[in-house]
């Protein structure tokens, strides 16, 4: 069974500072693996997605890299802003699947 | 562009009584999609998805059933709730060969 793991559940730093978020999951036949923000009593808006292929994407100040080796990613989030806080959430695609496969996610608040 | 609409947004039930929720998909033709379940502290969990019209696939046992009558509705149905099925639910749809999944804005279930 896949299982996906997001530590720490929960993690507070100052507004400036640069963070990574961890993801790791079992089963390294993925297709691709991405990433969401969710702000309470919201859906979830997509951040990134990396194919299996790759290394790693960027989109503004979000980097993420996968290594399906280890079975890890990572989401890097650099000079953090109050408005970063939200729960980050992990899925990936498995090969052949139809469905994602999601973590429990992270939840971050960034402190003025 | 694409878009994705759920209503409503939230609904209190007493236990025992149906269910209908609704996810719409706009800018875009034969789609996947897919209703998910998230509880209190819990990840996302693949309740039904489907990759046309009539075609319904459901990922675990339970008191709930899906339909998809149009090529962009996406319909989840319960006869009789239970306590159990509180919850926010999310849709889902499948855009490009990447296999990016985007989601709608979510309904908040209370049952009591």
């Known amino acids: 069974k896949q299982e996906v793991t997001q530590i720490p559940a929960a993690l507070s730093v100052p507004e400036g500072e640069n963070l990574v978020l961890n993801c790791s999951f079992t089963?390294?036949?993925?297709?691709?693996l991405q990433w969401f923000r969710q702000d309470p009593g919201k859906g979830l808006t997509s951040l990134l997605l990396?194919?299996?292929?790759?290394r790693e994407q960027t989109s503004g100040r979000l980097n993420a890299s996968l290594d399906k080796s280890s079975g890890r990613s990572t989401l890097y989030i650099a000079a953090s802003q109050p408005g970063d806080s939200a729960t980050y959430l992990c899925?990936?695609?498995?090969?052949?699947?139809?469905?994602?496969?999601f973590g429990t996610g992270t939840r971050l608040t960034v402190i003025p | 562009s694409q878009t994705i609409h759920q209503w409503p947004a939230t609904l209190v039930q007493p236990v025992g009584s149906p269910l209908s929720l609704e996810c719409t998909v706009e800018?875009?033709?034969?789609?996947?999609l897919y209703w998910y379940r998230q509880a209190a502290g819990r990840g996302l969990q693949l309740l039904f998805y489907?990759?046309?019209?009539?075609?319904i696939s459901s990922e675990v046992p339970q008191n709930l059933s899906a339909s998809r009558p149009q090529d962009r509705q996406f319909i989840l149905s319960s006869k009789k709730l239970l306590l159990s099925d509180s919850g926010f639910y999310l849709c889902?749809?499948?855009?490009?060969?990447?296999?990016?999944?985007?989601f709608g804005p979510g309904t908040r279930l209370l049952v009591l």
């Open positions: 990396i194919q299996s292929s790759q």
């Open positions: 899925a990936f695609l498995g090969l052949g699947a139809n469905n994602l496969f």
């Open positions: 489907s990759v046309g019209i009539g075609q």
């Open positions: 889902a749809w499948k855009g490009d060969s990447r296999g990016t999944q985007y």
């Open positions: 800018g875009t033709s034969n789609p996947n």
């Open positions: 089963d390294s036949a993925i297709y691709n």
